[in-house]
């Protein structure tokens, strides 16, 4: 997940991956650190197993976001 935050205090939150069925495939607490002015961010999680080409959902659960601006999310 690319993205940018401009501000020192660092954002906590959780990421899902959910099929089409509404199965939770993968879970995981995620953080969003300072960004500098002009750059990108980026995390990689990795879900530990192989996951079939189909339609999922990505939800990503924050609190006190503001300023957060998410730039793509890139899924192989």
Do not use: C, P, R
Request: net charge negative; proline share 0%; hydrophobic share 40%.
């Amino acid at each position: 997940m690319k993205y940018f935050y401009g501000k020192q205090v660092t954002i906590q939150g959780k990421l899902q991956l959910i099929d089409a069925g509404g199965t939770m495939m993968h879970e995981e607490e995620v953080q969003f650190n300072f960004t500098q002015a002009g750059k990108w961010n980026q995390f990689t999680i990795n879900t530990g197993n192989m996951i079939n080409a189909g339609n999922y959902k990505v939800k990503l659960m924050l609190e006190n976001a503001e300023g957060l601006a998410i730039s793509g999310i890139d899924i192989q």
